[in-house]
């Protein structure tokens, strides 16, 4: 069973930072990796897959990489409306398995 | 256009059964590739997968619900239902479904549906 580990837990940035949040997966997953972000009270959305692309209109502030084990979401130059739980996510074919992380607050 | 849409009871009382139905549109929840999996968002947790069916029907669960969770489908009416049974007021929240389009992230969202338990 593949276990996603997120860090760190919360991220506190004032505005024009970088964020820099972490995904680490307990075996290798090559480049099979989703971000999502999700604010409160909306449907979550997805932000990147396959580790480093990015969904239909997402921000190029949003970056994605990563190979294997360690997996980063950066985002550049944090807005406001940024705040919002981050989540990592994989999915296995065989044996068919989905792991979520735990998720970063960034505020 | 692919849209999800989530129905079922708002409140609930402790012990009892909750059924929850996903309603899609714009695609088939038996094309190869295809599956829909719930979430709930509660209080302590902003985000927490349930489970999924693939389009096989084939299930996997969370293993903190596996023994009280059952994701089933009706391919005629385009419906994914959840049920989680003996449900408690740590049960409330919104629960929502979302796709995985055939490359294994979830792609499209429905808005969710609140469920209160006491």
């Known amino acids: 069973e593949i276990v996603l580990t997120q860090t760190p837990d919360t991220l506190s940035l004032s505005p024009g930072e970088r964020a820099t949040l972490s995904c680490r997966a307990s075996q290798r997953i090559d480049t099979y990796l989703a971000w999502y972000q999700v604010r409160p009270g909306q449907a979550p959305r997805i932000l990147i897959h396959d580790s480093s692309r990015r969904a239909p209109g997402i921000s190029d502030r949003f970056t994605g990489s990563g190979y294997g084990t360690d997996f980063t979401l950066t985002i550049a130059s944090v807005e406001s409306a940024d705040s919002a739980y981050y989540f990592c996510q994989h999915r296995g074919n065989w044996p068919p398995s989905l792991a979520f992380g735990g998720g970063t607050k960034v505020e | 256009q692919v849209t999800l849409r989530e129905s079922g009871p708002a409140l609930l009382r402790p012990t009892q059964t909750l059924t929850l139905t996903c309603t899609v549109s714009?695609?088939?929840?038996?094309?190869?590739?295809?599956?829909v999996g719930w979430f709930r968002r509660s209080p302590g947790k902003a985000l927490e997968w349930l489970g999924l069916?693939?389009?096989?029907?084939?299930?996997i669960y969370n293993a903190d619900v596996r023994a009280r969770a059952s994701i089933s489908r009706d391919l005629s009416k385009s419906q994914v239902v959840l049920t989680l049974t003996n449900i408690d007021p740590l049960d409330t929240g919104t629960y929502l479904c979302?796709?995985?389009?055939?490359?294994?992230?979830?792609?499209?969202w429905g808005q969710g549906t609140p469920v209160a338990v006491s």
């Open positions: 069916i693939d389009w096989d029907g084939e299930n």
């Open positions: 714009g695609f088939s929840l038996s094309a190869s590739g295809m599956c």
């Open positions: 979302a796709r995985i389009g055939g490359f294994g992230h979830f792609d499209f």
